[in-house]
């Protein structure tokens, strides 16, 4: 099965997200609820997305998730949304299984998941975006996440 990455996140993360791996970019700051997800289905050959993996923390995201995915598709829960507890918006049960959709959820991997992993970076499959700054730098560092204008992670050097 020849899938492909389609990245969705604010016009400023495009470069990372390419860089990632992703093979088309959808700006969200550029589309409506509707228009994003039209967006996405027309992306993956007007027949909707494989899979769904939502990596964010936005309650938004979650809803929209469910109607960007084909017959059968799979929406894979891995960021825990923001605020407040809730279900998922547009996850009816009718809707659910008559369109074959899977909710699975991630927490963390296991011993094997790590190694694999580690392997996928030695050999350059996958790339990681990261710097380092002083404690000293903290709040400017939160000031850029509350932004949306960090770009991968940040280790703080805690000497």
Do not use: W
Not at 101 to 115: K, L
Request: aromatic share 4%.
């Amino acid at each position: 099965m020849a899938l492909r990455v389609i990245g969705i996140d604010a016009g400023s993360k495009e470069k990372l997200v390419r860089d990632c791996g992703a093979e088309h970019f959808i700006d969200v700051t550029k589309h409506d609820d509707k228009s994003i997800t039209e967006e996405v289905v027309k992306t993956a050959g007007g027949l909707g997305a494989s899979a769904v993996i939502l990596c964010t923390a936005s309650n938004k995201a979650y809803a929209q998730a469910i109607d960007m995915v084909r017959f059968g598709g799979t929406v894979v829960c891995a960021g825990i949304p923001e605020g407040t507890p809730e279900p998922i918006a547009t996850a009816s049960p009718g809707k659910l299984i008559m369109q074959g959709v899977t909710i699975a959820s991630v927490a963390v991997g296991n011993r094997r998941d790590a190694i694999e992993v580690m392997d996928f970076a030695a050999r350059g499959v996958v790339n990681t975006f990261l710097r380092t700054e002083k404690m000293e730098k903290l709040t400017e560092v939160f000031q850029e996440l509350k932004e949306g204008k960090l770009s991968g992670r940040v280790v703080i050097d805690m000497q």
